[in-house]
């Protein structure tokens, strides 16, 4: 990222935390996966004639835009073009793109509008591999189809094709936000298109999946470590589905608890976070889907104060998995792993905070300054009293300790955040 506009892009992406991914093409018709067309082997000329029954008469941009909202989500980021080549935008480089199925309109150009409208930031997802453009090397490698009938590999003509793409997309739908790459199998380099990027959207974030290092990074799923001795900034991404990122009608939802543990470690060590649902071949997205992005949303905007200005600075070795995040004269103790019992040990703090409030509830908690039996050689230590830990079994849990004067505050002899999202 150059000096120049490393400021613009700190001011807008150091604040939102929490974005919607939304996994969208016409894989949703069958039901099945959005790689289904490489999972299930289905040859291009098949898989391509589901463009004739594209037509999601009941996409409305607002109705996503509300439960993103809903969800506390800040930002949103839409697969313009996943690996099988389909466009949800119109484009003057392929005829396999939206404005030429029953649908006829350029859904990329509605949701922009949406966003704009809300000035909510959107983010454009797109897939570096392409099942469908005869120029890309298909050579049935991870992720890649086996060379087709009718193809014509040829890396640098697709380039072009991409880079066209590139500036179209950053060319006619307003204020871009995130560039979020994928899948570049081939591991080629070419900075100049990043720059493009940057030269369009001046205020916009790039992930590090294209053709450079771009601006931050992408654990998927439940890698735990995102970026181990980096000092950037980190995104993490997860589904609610366990099986898919697009919509699948068999679906198995992972529980409230894996996801908003999973939410709590990435948000705690300072990441952000996108999560993602799938939308329907009608545009609608599934009401479990929905449902769990509104007790994402309970959860997150009770807590949220935790994940502001505070930064990891260590745990708690009296519970196991905890996280512990400092912002000037507060203490955030996190437990995304089970609360042992209902009471915990803030070692090393010996000060009683000014007080102490459990945010899912914003129940206050009593605070003693004493000897514990199992402790009783390292003297008076902070405990937390009551803690309603089986209340709390199905969520992750977030404490707010509020001292008089930040020199309460011990050293707690560990490192400082996994990633620092004021350095860009």
Known sequence: MTQANSGIVKEWFRHPRLGMFIHWGLYAINGWHEQEQWRGRVPRDQYARLATRWNPVK?????????????????????????????????????????????????????????????????????????????????????????????????????????????????????????????????????????????????????????????????????????????????????????????????????????????????????????????????????KSAAMLRRVGCWYKNIKPAFAEARKIGTLPAAPGSLVARSGNRLYLHFPADLLGEDVVVEPVTALPKRATLLNTGQNLVCKNDV???????????????????ELANTCAVVELEFADGKDIPDFGEGTSVVNINVM
């Open 59 to 287: 996409f409305d941009p607002d109705a996503w835009l509300d439960l993103a909202q809903d969800a506390g989500m800040e930002y949103l980021v839409l697969t313009t073009k996943h690996h099988d080549g389909f466009c949800l935008f119109e484009t003057a480089q392929t005829d396999f793109n939206v404005t030429r199925t029953p649908y006829g309109k350029d859904l990329l150009a509605e949701l922009a509008a949406a966003c704009h409208q809300r000035n909510f930031p959107l983010g454009l997802y797109y897939s570096v591999v392409d099942w469908k453009q005869p120029n890309y090397p298909n050579e049935d490698r991870h992720h890649e189809l086996p060379p087709q009938p009718g193809d014509s590999p040829d890396f640098a003509r697709y380039l072009e094709f991409l880079r066209e793409q590139v500036r179209e997309l950053c060319t006619n739908y307003g204020d871009i936000k995130v560039f979020w790459w994928d899948m570049n199998v081939p591991e080629h380099r070419d900075e100049s298109i990043n720059s493009l990027i940057r030269q369009l959207q001046p205020g916009c974030v790039i992930n590090n999946r294209g053709l450079d290092e771009g601006d931050f990074g992408t654990p998927e799923r439940d890698w735990h470590d995102p970026r181990p001795g980096e000092n950037r900034p980190v995104e993490a991404c997860q589904s609610v589905g366990m099986q898919s990122w697009g919509y699948r009608v068999d679906e198995s939802y992972y529980s409230d608890r894996h996801i908003l543990r999973s939410m709590d470690r990435f948000l705690a060590g300072g990441a952000h976070y996108l999560l993602n649902v799938g939308p329907d071949a009608e545009g609608l997205i599934p009401a």
């Open 372 to 390: 514990v039996p199992s402790m009783f050689l390292k003297g008076k230590m902070l405990r937390l009293c009551g803690l309603p830990v089986n």
